[in-house]
């Protein structure tokens, strides 16, 4: 036998009348089930016990298993010593409120922790708070993460090997903060145009990401976005439609040749655009519109050949910083380079022999 289904009905494993009897007989019933250690796939639903057996650290053969519907249970078995796991399918298990130590291992490892998982998916874990991960190695072969409906979830931290965040943020609606960080193997994540609260935004060092789908222009919470090293070829759809967006960071952005729909970002207070080798062109009728503007860098894009109007500063009024740098065939500094401060607004520019142009400052700055 390689497949095995554990089922219980409401009446046996979520009695009402004698809920304490009710747990500790679906625990020794559960007990008394223990599968043969080679079973291949294992199935457990609606399981009215608190705890769970010990039996299950010795499937050294499982490759598949599904909590569902475990309505009492409070702590996740312990699961990161199974050698073979490769798909893990939990929900519906409303009194785990942290995923901790105690799901990698029993007792202090200094081996790998899931090392043949690649399939995770958490659903309608509804009190699920905090997902903790221990030192070491965890998770190398993970390749698919799905979290659905878990609207307490906090944070996340998740592993290099991850290549696809499934579905939609649908359930999030009160999440204020989003990051993921060092995901190289990331090629999307899911949409976030349902997270109306989400205040910031960042994603670092996600190598392989080439989308962030979905419709910002319901965004109207979102403060800050920061993508800092990606393949990100285009801003995401509606980004200009959100008003109170006050930092935006366009850092390492390897297939990005255009920027463009800057003027309706009437909020924003600081811009940077840093080495993106492939960019070619900037809107700067648009970027001229920034009246908030305070902060503004353009560095190490060598590509970037496109000129601006003399006059692209002009309506940069609240502009205090301007870092240009590494950006040799159009930029360049009077004089003899390093740091100048003109009117309370510090340039920094790269010198370069070819002194081929110089930004006109603004008459509004006292240069007229």
Same mark, same amino acid.
């Given at each position: 036998?390689n497949?095995?289904?554990?089922? @219980?009905?409401?009446d046996e494993g979520?009695?009402?009348?004698? +809920?304490?009897?009710s747990s500790?007989?679906s625990?020794?019933v559960? *007990?008394?089930?223990?599968?043969h250690?080679?079973?291949r796939s294992l199935t457990?639903?609606g399981?009215?016990? +608190?705890?769970?057996?010990?039996?299950?650290?010795?499937l050294?053969n499982?490759t &598949?298993?599904?909590l569902?519907?475990?309505s009492?249970l409070?702590?996740?078995?312990t699961?990161?010593c199974?050698?073979?796991?490769k798909i893990?399918e939990?929900s +519906?298990m409303?009194n &785990?409120?942290?995923? /901790?130590?105690?799901?990698y291992?029993s007792?202090?490892?200094a081996g790998v922790l899931?090392?043949?998982?690649?399939?995770?998916t958490?659903y309608r874990?509804?009190?699920l708070?905090e997902?903790? &991960?221990?030192?070491g190695e965890?998770?190398?072969?993970?390749e698919?993460l799905?979290?659905?409906?878990?609207?307490k979830l906090?944070?996340i931290k998740i592993?290099d090997?991850l290549? #696809?965040l499934?579905g939609e943020f649908?359930?999030f609606?009160?999440?204020?903060?989003?990051?993921? @960080?060092?995901?190289p193997k990331l090629?999307?994540?899911p949409?976030?145009?349902h997270c109306?609260?989400?205040?910031?935004l960042?994603?670092y060092?996600c190598?392989?990401?080439?989308?962030?789908p979905?419709?910002f222009?319901?965004?109207n919470?979102l403060k800050? %976005?920061?993508?800092d090293g990606?393949?990100?070829?285009? %801003?995401?759809?509606?980004l200009?439609c959100?008003?109170s967006?006050e930092?935006?960071?366009?850092?390492?952005w390897? +297939?990005?040749i255009h920027?463009?729909?800057?003027q *309706?970002?009437?909020?924003?207070?600081s811009?940077y655009?840093r080495g993106?080798?492939?960019l070619?062109r900037?809107?700067?009728?648009?970027l001229?519109q920034?009246r908030?503007?305070v #902060?503004?860098?353009?560095?190490?894009c060598?590509s970037l050949?496109?000129?601006?109007e003399d006059?692209w500063l002009?309506?940069?009024?609240? %502009?205090?910083?301007l870092?240009i &740098?590494?950006?040799k065939?159009?930029?360049?500094?009077?004089?003899d /380079?390093?740091?100048?401060?003109i009117?309370?607004?510090?340039?920094?520019l790269?010198?370069t022999?070819?002194l081929?142009w110089?930004?006109?400052i603004?008459k509004?700055?006292g240069?007229g």
């Open positions: 036998m497949k095995l289904v554990f089922e @219980w009905s409401d979520n009695r009402s009348d004698d +809920e304490g009897n500790v007989n625990e020794d559960l *007990e008394g089930l223990q599968p250690p080679d079973i457990i639903e399981y009215g016990g +608190e705890n769970f057996s010990s039996w299950i650290l010795q050294n499982l &598949v298993l599904r569902k519907g475990c009492k409070r702590q996740l078995p699961l990161g199974l050698p073979r796991l893990l939990m +519906e409303p &785990v409120k942290c995923i /901790g130590n105690e799901f291992s007792r202090d490892s899931f090392p043949a998982l690649q399939i995770l958490l874990m509804d009190g708070e997902w903790m &991960v221990p030192g965890v998770f190398p072969c993970l698919e799905s979290i659905e409906y878990c609207r906090k944070s592993c090997e290549r #696809y499934s649908h359930g609606t009160s999440l204020r903060v989003l990051s993921i @960080w060092s995901c090629a999307s994540i949409s976030v145009q109306t609260a989400l205040v910031e960042s994603i060092w190598g392989e990401l080439i989308s962030i979905g419709d222009r319901d965004l919470s800050k %976005l920061k993508v990606c393949k990100l070829g285009a %801003l995401p759809s509606g200009q959100c008003a967006l930092e935006l960071s366009i850092i390492d390897s +297939e990005l920027i463009s729909d800057f *309706e970002l009437s909020s924003l207070r811009l655009i993106c080798d492939k070619i900037i809107d700067w009728h648009g001229r920034l908030s503007l #902060y503004l860098e353009i560095t190490a060598p050949s496109d000129i601006p006059d002009g309506g940069l009024t609240q %502009l205090q910083e870092t &740098v590494g950006n065939k159009w930029w360049s500094l009077r004089g /380079g390093g740091l100048m401060t009117v309370g607004v510090l340039y920094k790269n010198p022999p070819q081929e110089v930004p006109q603004p509004d700055m240069m």
